[in-house]
């Protein structure tokens, strides 16, 4: 098992700015990912955050938008940027400790943009 | 076409019974795990169970069993004995050999149980 910490756990952003989640594990884990629910919709991946290297993109998200960081084992960030209101969802940070694992999600990061 | 099909966007159960929540899955890769996770309402995402492809026996976690029909491509979610904290929403999901680890997420059923 992992403890992931995500932060913050809600906001609510102005059109045009952009909102740093943060991801932090206690434990070294095998990957991070990034996910996105939209109101009332499945969890959608966003991206696989790479320790040390680009994160790879799904098919719909870009870098430009959602920046991602991994600069060690247990720690990611995803920035929102130039957000607007179709961006309000949940967005989850997930860990992957081994193969056969089950993802191990944060408690996500409600956000609302006005 | 969608990997991971859930057909009940709601479902209703009386307290104490059994319920199936449906989950078909397309995948051409041999090797592969499907999972089953709870959400609810506060958003956290629970895990419940596992099911690997090349499991011979359905997987049981408690009141929770997976139905897995490989044939079929199906992997029906049963909760026995309902109870009124098992109202949420129930997503399958699945994890493909080649992938990179990530889970793809059917659309999810809202189950109700009811007093």
């Known amino acids: 098992s992992a403890v992931i910490s995500q932060k913050p756990s809600r906001d609510i952003c102005q059109r045009g700015t952009s909102l740093t989640i943060q991801c932090q594990v206690d434990s070294q884990v095998t990957m991070m990912f990034w996910y996105r629910q939209q109101p009332g919709q499945s969890l959608t991946l966003i991206a696989t955050?790479?320790?040390?290297?680009?994160?790879?993109?799904e098919s719909g998200f870009v870098i430009d938008k959602f920046p991602i960081s991994r600069p060690n084992l247990t720690f990611s960030t995803l920035t929102v940027s130039n957000m607007s209101p179709e961006d309000s969802s949940i967005y989850l940070c997930?860990?992957?400790?081994?193969?056969?694992?089950?993802?191990?999600f944060g408690n996500g990061t409600r956000l609302t943009v006005t | 076409a969608q990997k991971i099909t859930q057909t009940q966007p709601g479902m209703f159960v009386q307290e104490k019974e059994a319920v199936t929540l449906d989950c078909t899955y397309d995948t051409s890769d041999p090797s592969y795990g499907l999972f089953w996770y709870k959400q609810p309402s506060s958003g956290e995402m629970i895990f419940l169970i596992y099911q690997g492809s090349y499991d011979q026996q359905n997987a049981t976690e408690g009141r929770y069993s997976l139905n897995f029909q490989k044939a079929r491509k199906s992997a029906n979610l049963v909760i026995s004995a309902s109870q009124l904290g098992d109202s949420a929403m129930y997503f399958c999901?699945?994890?493909?050999?080649?992938?990179?680890?990530?889970?793809?997420f059917g659309k999810g059923t809202k189950l109700s149980v009811k007093p």
């Open positions: 999901a699945m994890r493909e050999g080649g992938s990179q680890g990530n889970l793809i």
């Open positions: 955050a790479n320790q040390g290297s680009e994160a790879t993109y």
């Open positions: 997930s860990v992957l400790i081994s193969w056969d694992s089950p993802l191990h």
